[in-house]
C-alpha cells in the first residue's frame, strides 16, 4: 500500500435471493472472483475498491485498512451469515521483499449461498438485479513445461537442503517448483475454475487477481469469536485399488518421516494461535486426509478467541507456517530465498476473504497458478508446487511429489 490513508465511504446492502444459479456461471471471464468450497461460497463482480499492499508489513497493514474501510461504511444486512454484508477478498504474497503486490478486493456485486440461504450484496449504485449467468468459453489448448525451477534443478535443490538440514541450518524446508504456460489473451478462466471446483468439492477453490487454484488447507477460520484451522503436512500418493489404497494411508499414519514433518507445521500453528485464544486444541495424533489424487495428513485445531483479533489480525500472526516454509521460520525462508530461482509471488501465501465484523475464511494458496495480465495477445500461467525437506527426504520421491501436487491445477488448464 502507498500509506494508511482515508477511504471512501462505501454502503453495502444484502438481500435475500430465492434462487442462485451456479455460481461460477455468474464470473467475469476474465479475472473472476471467487472462494467456492462443496457448492457453498461467495464470487463477485467489478470492483468498487481496491487496496494493494507489500513489503514486511503488508498483512498488519490490510488489517488498519480494512478497520478503515468497515469504520467508514453504511452496511444494511437482511440475511446476517457468513459471507455477507461488506466483503473484502484477498491474496498476499508469501515473502515479504516479493516483487508481486498482495491485494483487498471489494466487488460491486456480491453473490453468496451457504446451504439453502442465498444472497446478494450490492455495494453502492450497483444494479439491484442479479446478474445473467453467461454460457462458458470455448477450450483453449494449453501446454505446460518447466519454468525457472527445472525438475533436475528441484533434485538438486532438495539435495542442497536436506545437506544444510543435516548440518544444523534447519529442521524442515518446504523447497517448490513452478511450470509455465501460455494462454489466450480471451481464454475464459472460469473453464480451469470450474474444473477444479468439479474434481475437487471438498477444497477451498479461488480466484483473486488472477491466482486460481484448489487449496486443502485452512490456514484460518475467524467466526463468531471461534478460530479454527486446518494443518496439512506430510503427504503420499493414493493407491491403485482400494486395497493399496488403504496400504499407503496406513504407511503415511506411520511415517516417521511424515510425523516429523507433520510435527513442525501443527507446532507452529499452535504458538500462533495460543497467545489469542483460550481452550486451544487440536488432534492427538494426525489423520490420513483423503483427496482426489493424495493422501495427507491432517490436524484440525480449534478454540476461542480472547484478543479480539480479526481475521487478518490472525494472518499477520499466523503466516508463514511450517507447511509452506519450514522450521525455524527464518532459516526456512532464507534456504528458500537462496535455493528457489524465482518469486513465489502469491503462491503459498494467505487467500481468502474477510468481512465487516472482521471475521472470515482464509486457505493457504496451494494446487494453484498465477495468471499474468494480457500481453502481446496472450497470458503466462505460472503453477507452483512444494513438498516438506527433512533430514530423511529423498530428492526423487520430494519430486515425484512435486508432480503430485501440481496435477490439479496443470490439469484444470487442460
Not at 499492499?53 to 469504520?71: M, T
Not at 459471507?83 to 508481486?100: C, D, K, P, V, Y
Not at 471446483?197 to 490456514?219: R, W
Not at 505460472?382 to 520430494?398: L, Q
Request: one cysteine or more; a negative charge.
Amino acid at each position: 500500500m502507498t500509506g494508511l490513508r482515508a477511504f471512501p465511504p462505501l454502503t453495502a446492502t444484502t438481500t435475500a435471493l430465492t434462487a442462485t444459479p451456479p455460481l461460477i456461471g455468474l464470473l467475469d471471464a476474465f479475472d473472476p472472483l471467487a472462494f467456492i468450497r462443496n457448492r457453498d461460497g461467495i464470487v463477485g463482480l467489478g470492483v468498487a475498491l481496491r487496496i494493494e499492499f507489500s513489503g514486511a508489513s503488508r498483512l498488519q497493514d490490510a488489517a488498519e485498512a480494512w478497520r478503515a474501510v468497515v469504520a467508514a461504511a453504511t452496511v444494511t444486512d437482511s440475511v446476517a451469515c457468513a459471507g455477507t454484508g461488506l466483503i473484502a477478498f484477498g491474496s498476499f504474497t508469501f515473502a515479504a521483499g516479493s516483487g508481486s503486490t498482495s491485494v483487498l478486493i471489494v466487488p460491486s456485486v456480491i453473490i453468496g449461498r451457504h446451504g439453502d440461504v442465498s444472497w446478494m450484496t450490492r455495494i453502492g449504485d450497483a444494479g439491484a438485479e442479479l446478474p445473467e449467468a453467461v454460457p462458458l468459453g470455448q477450450p483453449f489448448p494449453v501446454t505446460f513445461s518447466a519454468g525457472l525451477m527445472t525438475a533436475e534443478g528441484y533434485v538438486a535443490a532438495v539435495s542442497a537442503t536436506v545437506q544444510s538440514i543435516t548440518s544444523g541450518a534447519a529442521r524442515k524446508v518446504v523447497v517448490a517448483r513452478d511450470l509455465t504456460a501460455q494462454i489466450p489473451d480471451d481464454a475464459d478462466l472460469r473453464l480451469p475454475l470450474g474444473a477444479l471446483a468439479a474434481a475437487y468439492p471438498d477444497t477451498f477453490t479461488f480466484a483473486v487477481d488472477g491466482m486460481i487454484g484448489s487449496s486443502p488447507e485452512t490456514l484460518v477460520r475467524a467466526r463468531n469469536g471461534i478460530v479454527s484451522a486446518r494443518v496439512l503436512a506430510g503427504s503420499a500418493a493414493r493407491g491403485s485399488d482400494p486395497t493399496a489404497d488403504a496400504r499407503a494411508a496406513a504407511a503415511l499414519a506411520a511415517s516417521p518421516k511424515d510425523l516429523a514433518e507433520h510435527a513442525f507445521a501443527l507446532s507452529s500453528v499452535l504458538d500462533a494461535l495460543g497467545p489469542r485464544s483460550s481452550g486451544l486444541v487440536a488432534n492427538q495424533r494426525p489423520f490420513p486426509l483423503q483427496l482426489r489424487n493424495i493422501w495427507h495428513l491432517a490436524s484440525d485445531v480449534t478454540g476461542a478467541l480472547t484478543d479480539g483479533s480479526s481475521a487478518l489480525d490472525l494472518l499477520s500472526a499466523m503466516h508463514p507456517t511450517a507447511a509452506v516454509a519450514g522450521d525455524p521460520t527464518d532459516a526456512a525462508l532464507s534456504l528458500i530465498a537462496e535455493l528457489e530461482p524465482f518469486d513465489r509471488g502469491r503462491y503459498a501465501g494467505p487467500v481468502g476473504w474477510v468481512d465487516g465484523n472482521g471475521d472470515g475464511e482464509w486457505a493457504i494458496a496451494l494446487r494453484c497458478a498465477q495468471v499474468s495480465e494480457p500481453r502481446a495477445g496472450s497470458r503466462t500461467v505460472t503453477a507452483y508446487a512444494g513438498a516438506g525437506i527433512v533430514g530423511e527426504s529423498d530428492p526423487n520421491r520430494e519430486l515425484a511429489e512435486t508432480e503430485l501436487k501440481l496435477s490439479p491445477v496443470v490439469d484444470a488448464f487442460r
